[in-house]
């Protein structure tokens, strides 16, 4: 299995508070992303990274913002949480992006109140 | 832009029967299809994966062929067994479309009954 883990794997947080969820690679892999999966939506990305301070807009960006200060790190940042935001977030890695398999990370289930 | 439509579950199946999970796409250009799986509770794991047309994949008695003139990739098994269970993602990379991401179908509930 791909060295991917999120944390933190559950989260209860209340409106407009902020929350950061942290992905960790131990893959060396340039590539990695936030989804969101929701019921009846399947996966919808968020946002992307295609290197240290390298990212870009998925198809879902509006409301959540992203680092990545070293190759390891990902971070995803909700600057104020909505009930919207409740879902199941995974991250993902590739070695590179176009046609490459990707390897996803357990999840994050975050649950805004 | 590029989109995958795959058939809609819940689908139920006594153990052993056969398999079908319709997967199309719309692509431009010449994209890699994939078949992700997602087992209760966990991430997505890839299943099998085709990248050129009449490439066939497989991977756990799991199949499905890249047909370029139907613009398909159907998920076959020949025979489930109850640890088959799960949801079943369709997907592509590297149309012209899509940015060189991932595109995924909504997914496919499967639940097979001993």
């Known amino acids: 299995d791909a060295g991917i883990t999120q944390s933190p794997r559950h989260k209860v947080t209340e409106t407009g508070t902020p929350v950061t969820l942290r992905c960790h690679q131990t893959?060396?892999?340039?590539?990695m992303y936030w989804y969101r999966q929701d019921p009846g939506h399947g996966l919808r990305l968020i946002h992307y990274s295609y290197g240290v301070k390298d990212t870009d807009k998925g198809e879902v960006s509006d409301g959540y913002s992203v680092s990545r200060s070293k190759t390891e790190d990902f971070l995803l940042t909700l600057e104020s949480a909505t009930s919207s935001q409740t879902s199941v977030y995974f991250c993902a890695i590739s070695e590179t992006k176009a046609g490459y398999e990707q390897y996803f990370g357990p999840g994050t289930r975050l649950t805004v109140t | 832009g590029d989109s995958v439509t795959q058939m809609e579950g819940p689908v139920t199946l006594s153990e052993e029967a056969f398999l079908t999970i319709n997967c199309t796409y719309t692509?431009?250009?010449?994209?890699?299809l994939f078949w992700y799986v997602q087992y209760p509770g966990e991430g997505l794991q890839l299943l099998l994966k085709?990248?050129?047309?009449?490439d066939k994949g497989s991977n756990k008695g799991f199949e499905a062929t890249y047909r370029k003139e139907t613009t398909s990739f159907h998920l076959e098994k020949g025979s489930v067994q109850v640890s088959d269970s799960a949801v079943y993602f369709c997907a592509l990379s590297g149309g012209g479309g899509s940015q060189g991401n991932l595109i995924f179908g909504k997914g496919t509930k499967l639940s097979v009954k001993p």
């Open positions: 893959e060396n892999h340039r590539y």
């Open positions: 692509a431009t250009g010449y994209p890699s």
């Open positions: 085709a990248t050129k047309a009449d």
